[in-house]
């Protein structure tokens, strides 16, 4: 898998990664529920709940859990939906005074694999999108080994 990270500025974050996975299959895992709950969150971290409404103007929610048990939540709204290749949303943890920010997933065709961008902003602080990049950079490793897995599994 080939990743890359970058701050594009103060208050973005950007990943990029090459999935040995077909785009369809990207796609699948991010709209569905049953798939997010085995992948989103950072290492070491459970989904015990995962509610999507997958369609544009279409709300969604997730609690991902640490290892020590504390339960953080964060919801939005999906703005945009292309598929294959495009998901705009939005992403608040839900604690006070938490900033609403905005996701966009892109999926591109790579032979027989597929490059996801990742970006989310803006952040109140270049601090809180660095705590964000640890997490989101876990995320898309478990995301690449999840997607492996289920490509094997498929045939």
């Known amino acids: 898998m080939i990743r890359t990270t970058t701050a594009i500025n103060d208050l973005a974050l950007s990943i990029t990664r090459i999935f040995d996975a077909p785009r369809s299959l990207v796609f699948r895992v991010w ?7 085995r992948w989103w969150g950072p290492k070491d971290f ?8 997958f369609r ?4 969604w929610r997730a609690c991902i859990r640490s290892p020590e048990g ?3 939540w964060a919801s939005g709204v999906y703005r945009e939906i292309a598929e294959p290749h495009r998901i705009v949303f939005t ?4 604690e006070e005074n ?3 920010t905005v996701v966009t997933v ?3 065709e790579v032979g027989e694999k597929t490059r996801l961008t990742f970006h989310q902003t803006p952040f ?3 601090e809180s999108r660095d705590g964000h990049t640890e997490g989101w950079e876990e995320c898309m490793d478990r995301l690449g080994a999840y997607v492996t897995a289920q490509k094997e599994e498929m045939g």
């Open 98 to 100: 938490a900033m609403e």
């Open 46 to 53: 459970s989904v015990p709940s995962v509610k999507t409404d």
């Open 91 to 94: 992403f608040t943890w839900e």
């Open 124 to 126: 109140p602080t270049p």
């Open 31 to 37: 709209s569905t529920p049953e798939h997010l709950a």
């Open 70 to 72: 504390q339960d953080y």
């Open 106 to 108: 892109t999926l591109e």
């Open 56 to 59: 544009e103007g279409g709300a």
